[in-house]
C-alpha cells in the first residue's frame, strides 16, 4: 500500500532550527509536497519537491531524497507563528490523487 | 484575489437529512478534490475531479456524491448524512506542480 509517516509532535524554542521528517511509500512517485496548518485553519502550501536535493524559500526548505524514500522539512530562525501543524503529500497514480501524512504538530516556546 | 471558498462553514444536522456543501474556485483550475480531516487521521481524500463531468473516488467515498457540472463548482453532497461522517472537510483545487489550494474549511455535527 502507500503511506507516509513523519513524527506527531516536535517542540522546538524560539530562535532555533527544527527538522520534521517524512517517509513514504509509494507505487510511482510524482514529488512530495509540505503544507502548513494553523488550529482553526486551512491547509497552505508550503513547498515542492520533484527532484533530488534541497529547495530554499525564505526560513523553510525542503530536502527530498529518491533513493532513500525520506524528505524533510528545515525550519530555520523558527518564530512563535510557526507553532502549527505540518503535513507531507504524496500524490499517488497522478498529480490528482494526493495522500497526506497524519501530520506533525510543532509546539515553539520563547 | 485568487480563492477556494465553501459554504456553509459550520453546519449542525440531524442523521438522514441530506444536506450539499457547495465548493467555488475562480482561478480556472482543472482538478478540484474534496478532503476530511479528523483527529490524528491527517486529511483523507474522498473525490475528486479531473474536469467537467469527470469525477472519481478518492479513498473514503462511502457516503458522499460529487458533481463537476462547471469548472468553477464542486459541491460535495451526503444523500443520508450519519454520525460518523461529522468532520472537518475541505474543498481544494489544483494548480500547477500538485500545488493544492484548499477552501476555508466546513465544520460539520450530524446529531
Known amino acids: 500500500g502507500q503511506s507516509l509517516e513523519q513524527p506527531s509532535e516536535v517542540t522546538a524554542v524560539e530562535g532555533a532550527i527544527v527538522q520534521i521528517n517524512c517517509t513514504y511509500q509509494t507505487s510511482g512517485f510524482y514529488g512530495l509536497s509540505w503544507y502548513q496548518q494553523h488550529d482553526g485553519g486551512a491547509p497552505t502550501f508550503l513547498s515542492y519537491n520533484a527532484l533530488d536535493g534541497l529547495e530554499e524559500t525564505g526560513r523553510f526548505s525542503s530536502f527530498l531524497s529518491r533513493s532513500d524514500s525520506y524528505g524533510y522539512l528545515l525550519l530555520q530562525e523558527l518564530q512563535m507563528k510557526d507553532s502549527a501543524s505540518y503535513f507531507c503529500?504524496?500524490?499517488?497514480?497522478?498529480?490528482?490523487?494526493?495522500?497526506f501524512g497524519a501530520g506533525t504538530r510543532l509546539a515553539v516556546h520563547p | 484575489e485568487a480563492q477556494v471558498t465553501q459554504n456553509p462553514r459550520y453546519l449542525i444536522t440531524v442523521t438522514g437529512k441530506k444536506l450539499t456543501v457547495t465548493c467555488s474556485q475562480n482561478m480556472n483550475h482543472e482538478y478540484m478534490s474534496w478532503y476530511r480531516q479528523d483527529p490524528g487521521l491527517g486529511l483523507r481524500q474522498i473525490y475528486y475531479s479531473m474536469n467537467v463531468e469527470v469525477t472519481d473516488k478518492g479513498d473514503v467515498p462511502e457516503g458522499y456524491k460529487v458533481s463537476r457540472k462547471e469548472k468553477r463548482n464542486f459541491p460535495l453532497i451526503l444523500e443520508s448524512p450519519s454520525p460518523n461522517q461529522t468532520s472537518l472537510y475541505f474543498c481544494a483545487s489544483m494548480g500547477r506542480g500538485g500545488t493544492q489550494y484548499f477552501g476555508p474549511g466546513t465544520r460539520l455535527l450530524v446529531l
Open positions: 503529500a504524496v500524490p499517488r497514480g497522478g498529480y490528482n490523487k494526493l495522500i
